[in-house]
């Protein structure tokens, strides 16, 4: 069946260390998006990429960095530089054009210790 | 930065009851679409509107495009348990390819 796949489910990490969250897709979609949600909060768009080696940054970019090799896959590294990190991390895809429906991922709970 | 205004923020209800909840906004939007998400899952596409005044059902949903095109609402008929959940509305800015901007989120509880 197509659909977007995010792993792990569940993560833990120390501080101090940088964490790659994958997020897979089969549905040939151009654009791809990672969200970050916080208990109470509406979705915060951390990164965004319509095509394959580009990608721009969403409105909550610092501490985080992505890529794009491959039009299937969109890895966010949560990097020792956020704060913040203990959240849930949503990974989107759409066909391409910005702001249309977009199909979400089962998510990633990153906890820090 | 813009803002979608959800309300209400949670709700408490009776099963068998009908639910309202609503997104507003101060700008005019081109797209609306509702969400529904489980705990520890990712959100699921329940209906997308695309024209002012658009009104959409799916099953026991019924989702409106505000004629003003700054508002949408969701209805939900004869609320059963498998409601529960957190329901977000986002929209995509009118005359713009901006991102969608979602609302925080009306979390539903349904007592049996």
């Known amino acids: 069946d197509g659909g977007i796949t995010q792993s792990p489910k569940y993560l833990f990490r120390k501080e101090g260390q940088n964490v790659t969250l994958s997020c897979e897709q089969n549905?040939?979609?151009?654009?791809m998006y990672w969200y970050r949600q916080d208990p109470g909060q509406g979705l915060r768009l951390i990164y965004y990429?319509?095509?394959?080696?580009?990608?721009q940054k969403g409105d909550i970019a610092e501490g985080y960095s992505v890529s794009r090799e491959k039009k299937e896959s969109f890895p966010l590294t949560v990097t020792s530089a956020q704060k913040n990190p203990t959240a849930f991390y949503l990974c989107a895809s759409n066909a391409g054009a910005l702001g249309g429906e977009l199909f979400f991922g089962e998510g990633s709970r990153l906890t820090v210790l | 930065g813009q803002q979608l205004n959800q309300s209400p923020q949670s709700m408490f209800i009776q099963e068998g009851e009908d639910v309202s909840m609503n997104c507003t906004s101060s700008s005019i939007f081109n797209t609306w679409l509702w969400y529904k998400q489980d705990p520890g899952e990712g959100p699921v596409l329940l209906i997308a509107l695309y024209k002012a005044g658009e009104l959409t059902s799916n099953g026991r949903l019924t989702a409106q495009f505000g004629i003003t095109r700054k508002d949408s609402f969701l209805n939900i008929s004869a609320s059963i348990p498998s409601d529960v959940g957190i329901y977000f509305c986002a929209g995509q800015l009118g005359g713009s390819q901006g991102n969608l901007i979602f609302g925080k989120g009306t979390k539903l509880s349904v007592k049996p």
């Open positions: 549905l040939n979609h151009d654009a």
């Open positions: 990429s319509q095509i394959v080696n580009d990608f």
